[in-house]
């Protein structure tokens, strides 16, 4: 039956055209920028294990299915549950699923881009070889000197965001897909000589123990104000969080760009292409930088910074290192888009279909949404960055005084998006295709029969994807409630 459906905003040209840009809306900021600085922040190696296993066991399941519903329902992923949930008999709520997606996404967008402004930021510094035996407090004082200025973000911003929209405006066959077919070897090829030079460093070793030996206790076990030591779940949620958001997954990013696919492409395969790629960037990421890391006596724990510190002082001390860190931010920039496009394609498809507007009509009116939403990060490290701006913030007595800390609007936004919305909406997907879709259906629709590749998917997707992501949010919200 879905053979007769076609898509109105077009189709990939074949089944390469649709890995290179899925992969280019999995690998993105998440994989070089957030991968290694959660790592950091979580302990190293038991956390990696974590997310490795979210990824095996729930976001490939998941990904499977959300692209099989994509193509099946051909539309935006509002339209496509509401069309699929008619089609199998069930309630047209289904829908509902489709717009928590296009809000996560939509607020993705807003500080994704923002993120993306400091890697267009580095990209002109390192064109102007301003690395050149950088210091490791040089490295410090030049990100804090840029993320405090508000002005500065605000223009990268605004350049990245007006980016992202000239290219969504025009459209799959035009814009996306074109975007990302150089991009990926390249990116792999610069991430390679880092490593490289990481392993001359002398700490290579280290940075791998650090990365691949799992510690639960240094996962597991925060301290708090006063420096003791208790049990959290939390950074298990934010490596299943992590996996989704790798993947770009559970907010109809990748559904969209399944509903472009072509009848005949093999979805499994693909899929599994996808999370290879994108498994590879994070790790290769990962591990060319915590050696540097170490090298320079930094923290692994320091936060969204940590790639911004720790890479300008290996670009700085390597021979031609002015051309390679241009061309690496270069690449993070390309990166960076080629993901956010996917962030706001769910929403741009919804006013096509539904509101009559151009793409261009609806790529703009979106970017200046998100645009606007962006100003609340930009501002939540600076002006906005003290503790009566933030939110669940605690409070102790320490030695030194009183003590406040909480989440910034930024981390809020983060959270709430990457480790509650996407594995939210993966849960529901799972559910969806797993328990709701008639199994003639999802057998159809993904083309490998009934054997045994069928089956441990079919497994996965309905007992060992939801259970996990249930357990994780159930562990996490008990620990929030002590
Ligand atoms: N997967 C992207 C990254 O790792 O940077 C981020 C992302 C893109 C998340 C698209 C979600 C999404 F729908």
Known sequence: MSELR??????????????????????????IWKFPYITGDNGGGAFVLVYLLCILLIGLPIMVAEVMLGRRGRRSPINTMYHLAKEEGRLPTWRLLGWMGVVAGFLILS?????????LAYLSRAFGGGFEGITPDQAEGMFVG??????????WHTIFMVMTMVIVARGVRG???RAVRFLMPALLVLLLILLGYAMNTGYFAEGMRFMFQPDFHALLYRPDELGIMHFTWAPVMVALGHAFFTLSLGMGAIMIYGSYLPKQSSIVKTTGTIALMDTAVALLAGMAIFPIVFANGLEPGQGPGLIFQ???????????????ATLFFLLLVFAAWSSAISLIEPLVAWLVERKGLTRTAAA?????????????TIFSFNIWSSPEY????????TEAGEECSGMTAFAVLDYLTANIMLPLGGLFIAIFAGWRMRRASSVDELGVGDGWLYRSWYLLLRYVAPLAVIIIFLNAIGVLAF
């Open 175 to 177: 814009g996306l897909e």
């Open 310 to 324: 720790t890479l300008p002082l290996a670009f700085g001390a390597m021979p031609g290192g002015a051309i390679f």
């Open 146 to 155: 840029l993320i405090s200025d508000p002005e500065r973000l605000l223009a």
């Open 390 to 397: 933030q939110f669940f913030v605690r409070c102790a007595d």
């Open 111 to 119: 500080y994704y881009a923002v993120v993306a402004g400091w890697a």
């Open 6 to 31: 076609d898509s109105i905003h077009g189709q990939w040209s074949g089944r390469w055209a649709f890995i290179l840009a899925a992969t280019g809306s999995a690998v993105g900021l998440g994989n």
């Open 364 to 376: 703009v009116w979106s970017g200046l949404g998100a645009w606007l939403l962006g100003l609340v």
